[in-house]
């Protein structure tokens, strides 16, 4: 049946044409309704857009195993994939409403509010959702869409059987043209102001980030010593530049905090003065600066998801003190430090960790410079030895003292560990997988890190042969990985390399693979090539 007998059709088309042109006003009327919410979006914030709200709400709801066969897949392009999806997803669904709206016209217009009701319930569902205006730029849109596709089904020419009827052949096919080509050039023009406008947003936050002199820190790191790198070339660099440093993160679109009106306030149990603190009191406070390597736990054993920086910042563990909080060992009563960032991240570290000595970190530099925006300007956390899932809050805004019974932050909603200490692990950086090096020396070397325990001995086997020891770069600090070479006397055919650390306990590598999910992947790297 079709609800639209109303109106005059003046020329009549095969059934396939009027399908095509259907589709192509579904196209149409999904491109408007994208263009004019994410428009809308620019005057909400950025994260109320359907295609980052629908996207970061699948995220929130990603299990662990695909997440991380996300990350495994995709690498740091996993939102960039995601992303292409949903618009995947939307075409395909704007180019099948369009069809059903050349037979029942008014039905095929009210679907493409559908995508309105979805994008405001994941818009609202965040969990840094601000309310019902996040819900905005979804409706708008989809309101947008329909009337758009109601319109332009009802210029559609009419079934052939359907002879043409009235004055002014041809006047729908010119309407229809004229309508579809001005949605399309109104559609882009709203995308590109709202791309134009997006990249403006944020620009209070460049400046203050760009405002930034880090002060010299009180405490510097001793100099690395030269000997830490070992001179092979397709080795890691031993310290990361940002530029390479790898990113793990929900947030679809990167925070753009303004370091002038950034606070930080630390409260809960135990704590018997609460402090809310600002950019400029941390950097009136003694800094610290440190090398620490970063792991996240969803690296593969040899992945890549590990990096080296230079950090500066403030000591959380005093910090702390003054806030009156103690450890567990010491009588506190919370065991969890909960870390909130202003994309609604909760990251959960032991308390006891925190306060144990160790080089427990609010940091505000990285390698020389105010933290990037993807690396959490302008503040972040770091624990040695912690994976990032569960010591590295970025954009950090909220410190909350609880309880592991009482709270499970993001990822341990997730099926992920609620602690988790990061894992002895080396990675063979060269020769890569399937290289044909010649017979004779070749040099094989790379990493091991243990953080926080330090690399006490890397070994490296040669096919099912004995165990035979690295030769150690020198150490930095404990916190830091340590890179180890092996000069290999290499015979022609196939070999299969394969590497071991063992930490200062005395602990060495298990060969026992394991998933990354939930505390972290364990095994040895090994890596074949072909002598030649
Ligand atoms: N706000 C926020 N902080 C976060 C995350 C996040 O998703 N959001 N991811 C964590 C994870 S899993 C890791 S491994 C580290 C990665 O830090 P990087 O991106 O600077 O390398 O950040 C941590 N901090
Ligand atoms: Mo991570």
């Given at each position: 049946?079709?609800?639209?007998?109303?109106?005059?059709?003046?020329?009549?088309?095969?059934?396939?044409?009027?399908?095509?042109?259907?589709?192509?006003?579904?196209?149409?009327?999904?491109?408007?309704?994208?263009?004019?919410?994410?428009?809308?979006?620019?005057?909400?914030?950025?994260?109320?857009?359907?295609?980052?709200?629908?996207?970061?709400?699948?995220?929130?709801?990603?299990?662990?195993?695909?997440?991380?066969?996300?990350?495994?897949?995709?690498?740091?392009?996993?939102?960039?994939?995601?992303?292409?999806?949903?618009?995947?997803?939307?075409?395909?669904?704007?180019?099948?409403?369009?069809?059903?709206?050349?037979?029942?016209?008014?039905?095929?217009?009210?679907?493409?509010?559908?995508?309105?009701?979805?994008?405001?319930?994941?818009?609202?569902?965040?969990?840094?959702?601000?309310?019902?205006?996040?819900?905005?730029?979804?409706?708008?849109?989809?309101?947008?869409?329909?009337?758009?596709?109601?319109?332009?089904a009802g210029l559609l020419p009419a079934p052939r059987r359907?002879?043409?009827?009235?004055?002014?052949?041809?006047?729908?096919?010119?309407?229809?043209?004229?309508?579809?080509?001005?949605?399309?050039?109104?559609?882009?023009?709203?995308?590109?102001?709202?791309?134009?406008?997006?990249?403006?947003?944020?620009?209070?936050?460049?400046?203050?980030?760009?405002?930034?002199?880090?002060?010299?820190?009180?405490?510097?790191?001793?100099?690395?010593?030269?000997?830490?790198?070992?001179?092979?070339?397709?080795?890691?660099?031993?310290?990361?530049?940002?530029?390479?440093?790898?990113?793990?993160?929900?947030?679809?679109?990167?925070?753009?905090?303004?370091?002038?009106?950034?606070?930080?306030?630390?409260?809960?149990?135990?704590?018997?003065?609460?402090?809310?603190?600002?950019?400029?009191?941390?950097?009136?406070?003694?800094?610290?600066?440190?090398?620490?390597?970063?792991?996240?736990?969803?690296?593969?054993?040899?992945?890549?998801?590990?990096?080296n920086a230079r950090w500066i910042g403030v000591r959380l563990?005093?910090?702390?003190?003054?806030?009156?909080?103690?450890?567990?060992?010491?009588?506190?009563?919370?065991?969890?430090?909960?870390?909130?960032?202003?994309?609604?991240?909760?990251?959960?570290?032991?308390?006891?960790?925190?306060?144990?000595?160790?080089?427990?970190?609010?940091?505000?530099?990285?390698?020389?410079?105010?933290?990037?925006?993807?690396?959490?300007?302008?503040?972040?956390?770091?624990?040695?030895?912690?994976?990032?899932?569960?010591?590295?809050?970025?954009?950090?805004?909220?410190?909350?003292?609880?309880?592991?019974?009482?709270?499970?932050?993001?990822?341990?909603?997730?099926?992920?560990?609620?602690?988790?200490?990061?894992?002895?692990?080396?990675?063979?950086?060269?020769?890569?997988?399937?290289?044909?090096?010649?017979?004779?020396?070749?040099?094989?070397?790379?990493?091991?890190?243990?953080?926080?325990?330090?690399?006490?001995?890397?070994?490296?086997?040669?096919?099912?042969?004995?165990?035979?020891?690295?030769?150690?770069?020198?150490?930095?600090?404990?916190?830091?990985?340590?890179?180890?070479?092996?000069?290999?006397?290499?015979?022609?055919?196939?070999?299969?390399?394969?590497?071991?650390?063992?930490?200062?306990?005395?602990?060495?590598?298990?060969?026992?693979?394991?998933?990354?999910?939930?505390?972290?992947?364990?095994?040895?790297?090994?890596?074949?090539?072909?002598?030649?």
């Amino acid at each position: 049946m079709s609800d639209d007998d109303t109106t005059p059709r003046k020329t009549s088309a095969p059934t396939w044409a009027r399908l095509g042109l259907g589709a192509l006003s579904g196209l149409l009327a999904g491109g408007a309704a994208l263009a004019v919410a994410e428009l809308a979006a620019v005057a909400v914030r950025p994260q109320a857009g359907p295609v980052v709200a629908v996207g970061s709400a699948a995220i929130d709801r990603t299990p662990a195993a695909v997440k991380d066969w996300a990350i495994r897949s995709f690498g740091t392009n996993d939102k960039l994939v995601l992303q292409f999806g949903i618009l995947a997803v939307l075409t395909l669904f704007a180019l099948a409403l369009g069809m059903f709206a050349v037979r029942h016209r008014r039905t095929g217009a009210a679907g493409v509010l559908v995508f309105g009701v979805v994008g405001a319930a994941a818009a609202l569902s965040r969990p840094d959702s601000e309310g019902v205006t996040d819900a905005l730029p979804s409706v708008l849109g989809a309101v947008v869409g329909a009337v758009l596709l109601y319109v332009l089904a009802g210029l559609l020419p009419a079934p052939r059987r359907q002879p043409a009827q009235g004055p002014g052949e041809g006047w729908d096919r010119r309407r229809f043209v004229i309508a579809a080509t001005a949605a399309a050039a109104a559609s882009a023009g709203a995308g590109v102001l709202g791309r134009a406008l997006n990249g403006a947003g944020g620009r209070d936050a460049v400046a203050s980030r760009n405002d930034i002199a880090l002060p010299a820190p009180g405490s510097r790191a001793p100099a690395v010593p030269r000997r830490a790198q070992v001179r092979v070339a397709g080795v890691s660099s031993f310290m990361t530049p940002n530029s390479d440093f790898y990113r793990v993160d929900t947030a679809l679109v990167v925070p753009k905090v303004d370091a002038t009106t950034w606070q930080l306030r630390i409260h809960g149990d135990g704590v018997t003065r609460e402090k809310t603190l600002t950019f400029d009191d941390l950097l009136r406070r003694e800094l610290v600066e440190r090398n620490i390597t970063l792991t996240c736990v969803s690296n593969e054993v040899g992945g890549p998801y590990v990096g080296n920086a230079r950090w500066i910042g403030v000591r959380l563990a005093d910090l702390l003190a003054e806030c009156g909080v103690r450890p567990p060992s010491k009588g506190g009563p919370a065991d969890q430090l909960v870390a909130r960032s202003v994309d609604g991240m909760t990251i959960g570290s032991p308390v006891e960790d925190v306060m144990d000595g160790r080089d427990a970190l609010l940091a505000v530099g990285m390698n020389g410079e105010p933290l990037p925006f993807d690396h959490g300007f302008p503040v972040r956390m770091l624990v040695p030895g912690l994976y990032g899932y569960v010591s590295a809050c970025k954009w950090i805004e909220d410190i909350e003292l609880t309880t592991f019974d009482s709270y499970d932050p993001y990822w341990v909603k997730r099926d992920w560990a609620r602690k988790a200490p990061i894992k002895t692990q080396s990675r063979i950086d060269t020769p890569k997988p399937f290289a044909r090096p010649e017979a004779g020396t070749v040099m094989v070397a790379g990493v091991a890190w243990a953080q926080h325990r330090g690399i006490d001995k890397v070994e490296i086997r040669v096919d099912d042969g004995p165990w035979e020891e690295a030769v150690l770069a020198a150490e930095d600090s404990r916190d830091t990985w340590r890179q180890w070479s092996y000069a290999w006397r290499a015979g022609k055919g196939g070999h299969t390399l394969t590497v071991r650390a063992t930490d200062r306990t005395g602990e060495t590598q298990t060969e026992k693979r394991t998933r990354t999910v939930p505390d972290g992947a364990s095994g040895w790297h090994s890596v074949v090539v072909t002598v030649e």
